[in-house]
């Protein structure tokens, strides 16, 4: 059975810097999309960033580009999200989520797997 669980959320301030990380089990996810998205309060799920496993094909949404970096550690089969230079705006609960596709996909349904989510609160 395939588990995702996401680590690293806090409380920060504007400018200050979070690296979440997602633990993934139950499967080898070679052959996996793996993504980030973030749900604020009253809002939509929203596509952050995503990567094939094999570390190609790296997506963002334009809000983040710059700020945000996607990577994987193959050995210890976790995913992660460096996000720098954050913002008050980027207020949400991030969950990683896993796609049994080769293409990169942003909408959520799209997706087969879900961690239960980590809280970030950017203060001002």
């Known amino acids: 059975q395939v588990q995702l669980v996401e680590f690293g959320g806090g409380l920060v301030q504007a400018g200050d810097s979070l690296r979440l990380s997602c633990a993934a089990s139950?499967?080898?996810?070679?052959?996996?999309?793996m993504g980030w998205f973030r749900q604020a309060p009253g809002k939509e799920r929203e596509f952050v960033a995503a990567m094939r496993w094999s570390g190609s094909s790296i997506y963002y949404v334009d809000s983040v580009k710059g700020r945000f970096t996607i990577s994987r550690d193959n050995a210890k089969n976790t995913l992660y999200l460096q996000m720098n230079s954050l913002k008050p705006e980027d207020t949400a609960v991030y969950f990683c989520?896993?796609?049994?596709?080769?293409?990169?996909?942003?909408?959520?349904?799209?997706?087969?797997?879900w961690g239960p989510g980590t809280q970030v609160t950017v203060s001002s």
């Open positions: 989520a896993a796609d049994r596709s080769l293409v990169v996909r942003t909408a959520a349904t799209f997706y087969d797997y």
């Open positions: 139950g499967r080898t996810f070679s052959s996996y999309v």
